[in-house]
């Protein structure tokens, strides 16, 4: 089989997992597969000829956008459209988005690609597409009156371009509510000649930031106050955990197309900013830091080695982006803290608990003169293990509550040795074929 073939039949499998809707557990292989390596290490290449020498970039909870080969052209199909989007386990929201997806499915190219988007609108109102950062015919930059005509909603229209750039780039509608309303998605072109150095794994996270008041579903996209913050569309501790095999080198891009900046933190490591939302940067700027401010608009590629091993959090280090605001629990407790007893903290956690269902932990303790104290509570009354909500092979090993610190925007960056790695791929690959099976069952 010819290089190029085969890699047509590795896209194939891996995008036709994406096109069935399977499992996170299943996609969240994909580094692996692709590059038909059980054993990445740092340094390691991917050796499969001059148009495949790139990790393909995972975005956890959200697939990549399959694609077909037209001639030489790769054809995209995206369907812009309302999306129930679960937030956390017990928020659900309406929002809008991607080919039943918010974010949308990410879109992999690599540096001189021709690509053909054929965009559908099944959206109530018209909308178009911007391809945030790609230097492209003004006929293709999707602004409604100066570009092109707005899509109105039923209609079809096809954007096609030549991808000469490298880089992290996202496409958006270019309405600024709907972008609020979750119209945006990746857009990573790859170079044609992989960066120095070969990184091992690849991540992306895109930033959002949402108004939902209690009881209600939609997104009030004209307030200024967020009160739910997600990677990759979900809040801690719904994200599932990045893994990095202890003496790789893992690239972060993240992406922001909000109302906020980010500072995105990551603990016990430092990392090098390597790239832009203008590509990649020369490696005589790289310089050492652990928090990077991820500006609207914008993205931020950062670089580590992943030499210390640690399930190690990356948040959104502005206070009130590390949780959500709970409102739909804690109503009482927005407008008066100090009233708050023990007791009615508790309830209130527990019915919130027996509504997703599971069993509440609230795993630390507070003082007997607690409630004499002012001030409080502060933290208390928010940490919720709920790990069996939210388990996947992505948590396997994790200490019992981890999630009761985890919150708002955040996941964490497990960096697994070797044994504890193949573990959890054991899972993953377990999980991925018993998906396999149930859509088998089901078509
Ligand atoms: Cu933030």
Redesign the pocket.
Known sequence: MSGSRRKFFQDATIFGAGLLGLSESLRAGQQERVTGSHHLRSGMRTESGPKNVYVPMVTPDVADLPHEMDGGVKVFRLATEPVKKKIAPFKTIDAWGYNGSCPGPTIQVQQGDRVRVIFENRLPESTTMHWHGLEIPIEQDGVPYISQKPIAPGEKYVYEFTVHQEGTFFYHAHSAMQEMMGQLGFFVAHPEKDYKPHVDHDYGLI?QEWAVLPSNTVPNTASMEYNW?TFNGVSAPMTTPLLARLGSRVRLRIVNLGM?H??IHLHGNQFVLTGTEGGRAPESTWYPMNTVLVGVAQARVVEFEAKYPGAWMIH?H?PH?MMNSMMDLLRDRQIQTADQTETKAMNQMMSLAKSVPFEHVHPSPVAANAESVPGFPQDAFMEMGMDEVVEKPETYGLPKNWSAGMMG?MTMMRVLPDKEYDAILERKKAAGASALEKHAHES
């Open positions: 930033l913050l906020d980010h500072p959104c502005l982006h925007m």
